[in-house]
């Protein structure tokens, strides 16, 4: 840490050489001034009685050192200070307020010191000067301390998400996890898995304001598109509410899973959350429930074979070119939405409906498969619903 100015002039060095053999009484009287200051009630209540002491008489002897010109002083003196004020919880005002008042009283000394004499103008440019340097000083390891307090809190919030979302805990673990991030032990809860698909966006900003607004506690942890999270239910009613809130601002595909009633089951609830959204397709913001789309869930807990079966059923169709594969495929997703009425279907897409049933016909001779067969249509909506899942 730098020195400070240089030492003062020598009239000024002499007053404050004077005013250094009496610090002690100087020490006295500050601390019996910032005891009963505006600020006094901070000092009493969170700061010990053998500290204060300690901390005026260093800073006091530390500014007089400098300025009567005796070693090389430095900013310790502040710094320590800044920092245990910080610690103990110590507004910053009260204390750069106690700095101010140290900066007075060495002035009203000096002025009893040196009467008349013409070093004092001098002398007063360097009281403030050093006042305002020791109580920058101060307040930068206050803030400072601040600043590494947040980042420790928030490494140990992200290392407590963690073992909750990801990890094994136990009770132990529990206990401190529902103290930490003020969450019950037991109660309703339901897990939240959400990807956006897009490492700059947030699959569901703004989520934990949304649900407090609705004193809905919940808590969340990103990792670039991708947002877990645990929402603690105070009732049943909570749910479709809460639900209801997170299809309002979801960006991406999100997963819900069941209830649960005990933290411990968060981490295979996080598991159902994931697969519940990797039901909805790739690309489109969409609340899904574990659950609630039976056929995508399983395809979902198999992703390797429902690719594979993706592929051997549909493989031909797949090879054709983008615009042909589209039509066909689209085609045979909205058939299945209509129940397998080639009229509807034709309606919705405002064609004739030979051209839907010609789509069809070329669908079942590339995949060998016919659409009034419910074993090859059962076999083609397996397939069809596996390419969602990837595209």
Known sequence: MPTLIEPAADGSGAVARTLLEGVDDLT???????????????????????????AVHDNLAAVLGQLAGVGGRRLRA?????RTKAELGVPLAALL?????????????????AGGDVVLPALGSEILRLIDDYSSAAANAYTGYLAERAARADADRRALLDALFHGEIDAAAISEIGRTLHLPRTGLFVAVHADSGVATVDPLPGAERRLRVAYVNSVWQR???????LISLGSPRALESSLARLRQIA????????TFSALTGTGAAVREAELAARCARPGTSAVVSYGSASVPLVLAHAPDAARGLAHDILGAVLELPCEDRDTLLDTLDLWFDCGGSNTEVAQRLSYHRNT???????????????????????????????IRLES
């Not at 502040?78 to 800044?82: P, S, T």
């Not at 049933?357 to 596996?386: F, M, N, V, W």
Request: proline fraction near 3%.
């Open 223 to 229: 990792d670039g598109g991708t947002s877990v999270g």
């Open 97 to 113: 307020h106690a700095y101010r008042l140290a900066g007075r009283l060495i002035w009203e000394r000096s002025l009893a010191t």
């Open 78 to 82: 502040a710094a320590d200070v800044g």
């Open 28 to 54: 006295s009287e500050l601390v019996g001034r910032i005891r009963t200051g505006d600020h006094a009630y901070a000092e009493i209540t969170a700061v010990p009685e053998a500290l204060l002491p300690a």
């Open 251 to 258: 960006a991406g595909r999100v997963g819900v899973s069941r």
């Open 356 to 386: 839907i049933h010609q789509r069809l016909r070329r669908i079942e001779t590339l995949t060998g498969r016919r659409c009034s067969d419910p074993k090859s249509a059962a076999e083609l909506y397996l397939a069809l619903r596996a």
